[in-house]
Nanobody, 116 residues
Framework: QVQLVESGGGLVQAGGSLRLSCAAS????????MGWYRQAPGKQRELVAT???????NYADSVKGRFTISRDNAKNMVYLQMNRLNPEDTAVYYC??????????WGKGTLVTVSS
């Protein structure tokens, strides 16, 4: 059974940094595309960043140069380092795992609040 558990959210001032972590259970983690998505109040969930099994990364334009996604396959972990945060980054951040068959798995999310 696939489970994803996010941690690391919290309250931070604008310009600050946070590091989100996602612990994944289940087999074949290293072969899955992992990603971070976010959903701000009143808005749809949107892609933040993804990382493939080959460590290729993709970022939303709004976070390029500020956020970095990484993974540790030995630990079944994926991370999101967020720097130079601004109030527009306030959202619930979700970890996503895409199986080889295309199924999406989601964590319950972790709240990031950036104060101005």
């Amino acid at each position: 059974q696939v489970q994803l558990v996010e941690s690391g959210g919290g309250l931070v001032q604008a310009g600050g940094s946070l590091r989100l972590s996602c612990a994944a259970s289940g087999s074949m983690f290293s072969m899955n595309i992992m990603g971070w998505y976010r959903q701000a109040p009143g808005k749809q969930r949107e892609l933040v960043a993804t990382i493939t099994s080959g460590f290729n990364t993709n970022y939303a334009d709004s976070v390029k140069g500020r956020f970095t996604i990484s993974r540790d396959n030995a630990k079944n972990m994926v991370y999101l380092q967020m720097n130079r945060l601004n109030p527009e980054d306030t959202a619930v951040y979700y970890c996503n795992r895409k199986s080889l068959s295309g199924l999406d798995y989601w964590g319950k999310g972790t709240l990031v609040t950036v104060s101005s």
